[in-house]
């Protein structure tokens, strides 16, 4: 009888593991066809009634004096919530991958930013000059949220209606090379770019001059049910962006921090930088995708 009892509670603690780690037996309920996009998408909470999932797929960052294409996709993917005045709260993607990294290639590379010979300091010159030698010039630029998804806005109406911000998003601009180290950035948590992005046309300060965006072309798929977007064009060129900080790691970076401010021309005020996107979106009703999470077990 001893036995049989433990055999028992052994057997439904490790039920109760099992159903913890999400290992029973049993096929948990998945996203099908076009609705798979918004797997990542918080549609559990009542609070959101739209899953987004837009990829940039083309486009270009000038910040300062520096232009940057984007040639691998950017994905932006959560959900959003009811619009007051026209603006809707963001929510974050459950698996905390907002926006995600894709490392963008500088042009010029890391020769040119940063000029070895020009650095007085003799350690942090020798190392500039091995990066070199190593051949490890490469420069990339990654973009990534500088606060909580839940500062993002969105709104629908100014996104089809090629007026005013579609889409305001706090960044940072991530320089990477083994020679900079792991937190050379242009931009902060406290002092982020705030990018005011419109499918319409821009009034920036001088030098600067009006570029115009496109809302795209839409279609509707899975009767309906989602919509996508394809060719919407998102720009704006009214932003200023701060200074890099982080260059070369401690001490190093009040050094090197000016050398890559001078070479890219950061801090750069309103109307010497833009971002132009070129996205395909897809947003479905949060209560669409719910229904299709529970029809599919």
């Known amino acids: 009888m001893k036995k049989h009892r433990m055999t028992a509670a052994c057997t439904a603690l490790l039920a109760v593991a099992l159903v913890a780690f999400g290992l029973t037996t049993s096929a948990q309920a998945k996203l099908t066809g076009e609705f798979a996009k918004f797997a990542q998408c918080p549609y559990t909470n009542l609070e959101v009634k739209k899953c987004l999932y837009s990829v940039t797929e083309s486009g270009e960052v000038v910040l300062g004096s520096k232009k940057v294409p984007i040639e691998k996709p950017v994905i932006l993917q959560g959900g959003y919530g009811k619009a007051v005045e ?5 929510f974050a993607a459950t698996n905390g991958v907002t926006l995600a990294k894709a ?9 040119g930013l940063v000029n070895c010979k020009a650095i007085g300091e003799p350690f942090l010159r020798f190392s500039c000059e091995l990066t070199f030698e190593n051949g490890v010039t ?7 949220l500088a606060k909580p998804a839940t500062e993002i806005r969105i709104s629908e109406n100014n996104l089809a209606g090629k007026k005013g911000v579609a889409l305001k998003m706090p960044v940072k601009v991530h320089l990477e090379n083994p020679f900079l180290g792991s937190s050379c950035y242009v931009g902060s948590s406290s002092s982020p770019i705030w990018w005011e992005m419109t499918t319409g046309t821009t009034a920036p300060p001088p030098p600067n001059e009006p570029i115009s965006g496109s809302a795209g072309s839409i279609e509707f798929l899975e009767e309906g049910r989602i919509l996508r977007t394809t060719g919407a064009k998102l720009v704006d060129n009214s932003w200023s962006a701060p200074g890099a900080t982080g260059c070369g790691g401690f001490l190093v970076e009040l050094i090197l921090d000016p050398i890559i401010n001078g070479a890219a021309g950061v801090p750069a005020a309103a109307g010497h930088n833009t971002a132009i996107l070129n996205n395909t979106v897809n ?9 299709n999470n529970e029809e599919n077990p």
């Not at 947003?283 to 229904?291: F, I, K, L, P, Q």
């Open 283 to 291: 947003v479905g009703a949060a209560a669409a995708v719910r229904t």
């Open 86 to 90: 026209g603006i809707a709260p963001f």
């Open 103 to 111: 490392p963008q290639a500088v042009p010029g590379g890391l020769a």
């Open 138 to 144: 490469g420069l990339n630029s990654t973009l990534e």
